[in-house]
């Protein structure tokens, strides 16, 4: 049996796309993350997401985005020392959002960073 591994997520218009890879060779084959949410009837977006060296923050379609994972330098928007999604009780809607008060275009977690760009083309960064 072929291992597979992601080679880089695609987002789409209705769905975010993982290709991933068997090997040398091998053709790409694509799996439907369905992450894509429904706003109205008419209406989808593709949040997004990215992860760091050990944090994850997904843009949530709008001036929100939630961050989780080690927050050590302050790379979840939540302050310094901070953890998230490592005890019980501590993501969903118990999670806190970061607002922007704008709608988010771009979004990258880094080492122990995280920046924002927001649709006024002004970029945030933390951590």
Known sequence: ASRWQAVLMLPGDYR?????????????QYVDLGLTVRVSNDTYYTPLLSAGYQHTCMGLGSSKVKCWGDGTHGQLGLGFGSKRGDNVGEMGDALPFLDFGTNALELSAGSRYTCILLSTHRIKCWG
């Open 16 to 28: 975010v796309c993982l290709p991933v890879s068997g090997g040398p060779g091998a053709r790409l």
